[in-house]
């Protein structure tokens, strides 16, 4: 696993591209999409964005295959969905789940299996960069 996180400074020179940016996503225009299939020469990545505050926001991720853009999926205003009750449970079945979020969907799609009560982006330790600060590029002016 390889992340290659962007710091506010190369976000800002993202945005001020005059290409806007696909749908669903604040900075991933066509021309990026192109890009990253070129580079990975026709290997699998998960291109991923999130953007979070005071615990909402939203995320969106792109998968990456056989040379070209092949999934994509977002979702805004994220708040933690509450456990289907046992109610729930037990009229619809266990299958009534929440829905999987784009990072988690994304990572199944590369292979990444849940475990137990972590789902994929848990079974990665995905939490451990949770912000910029996490990866050691935050607090600088």
């Known amino acids: 696993m390889v992340i290659v996180p962007l710091d506010e400074q190369r976000l800002d020179v993202l945005a001020m591209s005059e290409e806007g940016p696909l749908e669903g996503f604040t900075y991933l225009t066509a021309t990026m999409a192109g890009e990253i299939a070129k580079a990975l020469n026709g290997g699998r990545a998960l291109y991923i964005e999130t953007d979070y505050f005071g615990g909402m926001g939203g995320q969106s991720a792109a998968l990456f295959e056989s040379g070209g853009l092949a999934w994509t999926d977002n979702e805004s205003n994220l708040t933690p969905a509450p456990e289907p009750s046992w109610f729930s449970r037990l009229v619809h079945g266990q299958d009534n789940q929440r829905r999987k979020s784009p990072i988690s ?37």
């Open 105 to 141: 969907s994304g990572l199944a799609r590369l292979g990444v299996l849940p475990e137990g009560d972590s789902d994929e982006f848990d079974r990665l330790g995905l939490g451990r960069f949770r912000s910029l600060d996490d990866l050691g590029l935050g607090g600088e002016d």
